[in-house]
């Protein structure tokens, strides 16, 4: 196919993670332009790239055959792209986690010869559990306890990463340059229609988050109505994500609260244990043994529940939500940075500012994404 030793030069942009994420390779224009897809099991990711005719040649062993490389070539390589490495880490620490805490506590009693059955109360259980699930229904409005359960679900899940910093500020920069282009008017398109966009169409993850997506509609109606002062407009962000960060917070905020409960639900267990012992108080010794032993497993259960595994899944969800703030800051800060007459690019740069670290694109990266984004454009438009 005249296409040789370079065809690993062209699949450098994938790494493989999953066996349903591939790497295909469209088009390639010689020593210039190079067309990508990522195709995922749930959407379709276009992006171009341009590798400038030195720095290409610079990787090339032979000029001529890079020259006259075939301009339609299509591959089909196990090449995944690397798109959950950070959620799946964290997945994995959550699960190791609840694992060690068990496994340490059972271990060790195990390790002290003791018996695992005398360790499985079904009455404490039922006592125990029945009364944790009945304070929370009590304590808890319905639409709590379903967020609570959804965020608990996120834990074994996904949370922002690279690749959804980088998408949200590639759709910021194209929004930004639509307005640019055609005014403020242009953007009424795309947000009085979303998935009939053809900026946010691309960006799935966005669309089906709805609070990402009415605080991007939203502010953006406010900046084409015009009239409100940047501090104003500022201001009222604020206020949005302090309610919408409150919300969040409450699942964590339940499940801390009941874990707080549980060692006293576990005493709880443990008395009724000690009344039915003392209905048993002229028996042989052995038998009092064991009733005694059933009610201090109420405690044991209820204090390992509580810290063990209740209150360190309260902490991360917490620390989940934490993170979920940032997106939606960094959201904010490019849209006050757009609102305020900057250009594209460097409204772009205030949002990118705004992320963690650990999960922060690099100038470059942001740079060669929103290029790719605008090469994308004008090969649509070029048919």
């Known amino acids: 196919m005249g296409f040789g030793k370079h065809q690993k030069m062209y699949l450098r942009f994938g790494k493989n993670i999953g066996k349903d994420n591939y790497l295909l390779i469209l088009k390639i224009d010689p020593c210039r332009f190079l067309a990508i897809d990522y195709l995922t099991e749930d959407t379709i990711h276009r992006r171009q790239m341009y590798i400038s005719r030195d720095k290409m040649q610079g990787k090339c062993e032979n000029r001529t055959v890079c ?3 075939t301009p339609e070539i299509s591959i089909f390589d196990d090449i995944r792209y690397h798109k959950y490495e950070l959620q799946l880490t964290n997945t994995m620490i959550a699960i190791v986690g609840l694992a060690v805490v068990f496994l340490s506590v ?6 002290a010869h003791g018996q695992l059955l005398v360790l499985v109360q079904p009455a404490e259980f039922v006592i125990i559990g029945g009364a944790a699930i009945g304070t929370l229904l009590v304590g808890v409005p319905f639409r709590v306890l379903k967020e609570t359960l959804r965020q ?13 910093y980088l998408d949200l500020l590639t759709m910021m920069y194209e929004l930004f340059n639509v307005a640019r282009k055609d005014g403020l008017v242009g953007l009424e398109g795309h947000i009085e229609n979303p998935e009939k966009s053809s900026v946010l169409s691309k960006y799935p ?3 089906k988050n709805k609070q990402t997506l009415n605080f991007l509609v939203d502010t953006i109606r406010l900046i084409i109505m015009g009239g409100v002062p940047d501090h104003d407009l500022e201001a009222m962000m604020d206020e949005d994500l302090e309610t919408l960060h409150h919300e969040n917070l409450q699942p964590s905020l339940s499940l801390s609260r009941l874990g707080d409960a549980l060692p ?3 005493i709880v267990a443990a008395v009724l244990g000690v009344v039915i012992t003392m209905g048993a108080i002229d028996g042989p010794p052995s038998e009092i043994g064991h009733k005694v032993g059933a009610a201090l497993v109420g405690t044991f259960l209820g204090i390992l529940l509580s810290y ?3 209150q ?3 902490a991360n969800i917490q620390l989940m939500v934490e993170s979920e703030a940032k997106y939606y800051t960094c959201l904010k800060q490019g849209l006050i940075a757009f609102h305020k007459g900057f250009a594209a690019s460097i409204a772009v740069e205030f949002a990118r500012r705004v992320i963690n670290t650990e999960v922060r694109p690099s100038f470059s ?6 290029r790719a984004s605008k090469a994308a454009k004008v090969a649509v438009a070029n048919g």
């Open 152 to 164: 608990l679900g996120k834990i074994l899940g996904k949370g922002p990463a690279k690749k959804n």
């Open 106 to 111: 059972i271990g060790g009693y195990v390790m």
């Open 365 to 370: 990266e942001v740079e060669e994404a929103c």
């Open 264 to 266: 006293g639900l576990g």
């Open 67 to 69: 020259r006259s490389a």
């Open 308 to 310: 063990g595994f209740v």
């Open 312 to 314: 360190p899944l309260s």
């Open 205 to 207: 993850e966005i669309i």
